[in-house]
């Protein structure tokens, strides 16, 4: 009986020490399909830089199905979510293959939006998967077709900016999205992109005045004591209280 009991104890070790091994080799292909997937949207970012062209869309459709293999290989994998909402958020070029309108630039937002909320879901505190979802969210707002609307792109807003108060891509992202939507902004929302601005301009002021600028937004930046001695703030400028 013993020996049966023994027998048994070795074998769910064994099997134990399988199925591991399984879900260690599955994590790994995935890591190395990830790495592959973030090499060429490197690539192909740089080339669209250079020559102004949006990236052919069935090279964006292989980026996705290699994006899904690696979730499926590791669907718990929040990091891998984010991967594919950058992939859907890649404009591409329509061909003539794929849709009646060939030479339309398209960004799949839909799609974005979608591995967005599950890499939330996926990662609640990761001030990265936030930070995608508040850019998909802009997007789609600007387009009346964000679900929840302007609560839902400051709620996105607003994690993004408490959990990554020292991250610079997403402080950046925050200050850039923040003030492209002042207006609507709540008064909370409008204190936490302050508070961005303060953290940014703390490690990256040039950036701080350059979004800010670029957003129109250059007089509320320089309410921070840490930009007024700027020379882009010694401009007089008219400030609007964060009360308004």
Known sequence: MKRVLSSVVLCGFIFG????SVVAVRHAMADEIVR?????LVK??????QTGVATDGAAILQLEADAKLALRYAPGNGQYRD????????????????TNAPG??????????????AAVVSQPSSAYAWTSLAFVSDQLMA???????????????????????????????????????????SVASRQ????????????????????SAHRGRLAEACM?????????CTISVNVIPISN
Do not use: C
Request: zero cysteines; glycine letters at 6%; a positive charge.
């Open 17 to 20: 020490l399988l199925g591991a």
């Open 36 to 40: 592959s997937i973030n090499g060429r």
């Open 44 to 49: 192909l970012g740089r080339v669209q830089s």
């Open 83 to 98: 991967v594919l909402t950058r992939v859907h958020s890649t404009p591409r070029m329509l061909n003539a293959s794929l």
């Open 104 to 117: 339309a630039v398209v960004i799949d937002l839909d799609g974005a939006y979608a591995a967005a909320k």
């Open 143 to 185: 387009q009346n077709r964000l679900p929840g609307g302007q609560a839902a792109l400051e709620q996105a807003l607003l994690r993004a900016a408490a959990l990554g108060a020292f991250e610079p891509h997403v402080l950046r992202a925050v200050v850039d999205l923040g003030f492209a939507n002042w207006d609507a902004l």
């Open 192 to 211: 936490s992109v302050m508070q961005s601005v303060n953290h940014l301009a703390q490690r990256q002021p040039d950036d701080a005045i350059s979004l």
């Open 224 to 232: 921070e004591k840490r930009l007024a001695a700027r020379k882009e």
